[in-house]
T-cell receptor, first 119, second 116 residues
Framework: GAVVSQHPSRVICKSGTSVKIECRSL??????MFWYRQFPKQSLMLMAT?????????EQGVEKDKFLINHASLTLSTLTVTSAHPEDSSFYIC???????????????FGPGTRLTVL | QKEVEQNSGPLSVPEGAIASLNCTYS??????FFWYRQYSGKSPELIMS????GDKEDGRFTAQLNKASQYVSLLIRDSQPSDSATYLC????????????????FGKGTHLIIQP
């Protein structure tokens, strides 16, 4: 249980184009999803929190007009990287808050990640 | 600035021995603590969660939390070569997130190598 999928797993695009990444909770409903970014040999950095039916909350330093987040249903959140540039190349990982193991406190379950390369 | 600190390693442990991974955090208000395992090129996989002081055991894994010392650890008993990975310590607390949400703050991870 508590499976999260992401699509696509890998994308290569030209500088200036936009890329949409989908994050789905497959066997549970997630009112809250999170988007992280990981550069090589670095840790995961929280970019934004996506709440179903409301605006996303962005972390300090993350441009909300560049990284558009939509959480239109309880199982789907999308991240669109607009006007992508080479410095946006990174590993983008979503997570969804779901039931904790053994019925305990909510836990975050991570998707498999999307590797974005901007040429 | 709120931080989660880990020794980056690599930490080399013989197969069958106990691997001990440590993590400290700066915010005393933190409530939830997690250990994730991440293989190269993959996303993190939850290993353990712990919320109260003391030990929590799950199979070969034991998480230890000491809120007074702001310290979290993970012990892996009977280490196997398949345990070789980067282990990420993550902390959940509203004060870490500028937006007030409960996103996780991660340490940089400890690279663990289990030697056959």
């Amino acid at each position: 249980g508590a499976v999260v999928s992401q699509h696509p797993s890998r994308v290569i695009c030209k500088s200036g184009t936009s890329v949409k990444i989908e994050c789905r909770s497959l066997d549970f409903q997630a009112t809250t999803m999170f988007w992280y970014r990981q550069f090589p040999k670095q840790s995961l950095m929280l970019m934004a929190t996506s709440n179903e039916g409301s605006k996303a909350t962005y972390e300090q330093g993350v441009e909300k007009d560049k990284f558009l987040i939509n959480h239109a249903s309880l199982t789907l959140s999308t991240l669109t990287v607009t006007s992508a540039h080479p410095e946006d190349s990174s590993f983008y990982i979503c997570s969804a808050r779901g039931p904790g193991r053994g019925g305990g406190t909510d836990t975050q379950y991570f998707g498999p990640g999307t590797r974005l390369t901007v040429l | 600035q709120k931080e989660v600190e880990q020794n980056s390693g690599p930490l080399s442990v013989p197969e069958g021995a106990i691997a001990s991974l440590n993590c400290t955090y700066s915010d005393r208000g933190s409530q939830s603590f997690f250990w994730y395992r991440q293989y190269s090129g993959k996303s993190p996989e939850l290993i353990m969660s712990i919320y109260s002081n003391g030990d929590k055991e799950d199979g070969r894994f034991t998480a230890q939390l000491n809120k007074a010392s702001q310290y979290v650890s993970l012990l892996i008993r009977d280490s196997q070569p398949s345990d070789s990975a980067t282990y990420l310590c993550a902390v959940n607390g509203r004060m870490y997130s500028g937006g007030g949400a409960d996103g996780l703050t991660f340490g940089k991870g400890t690279h663990l190598i289990i030697q056959p």
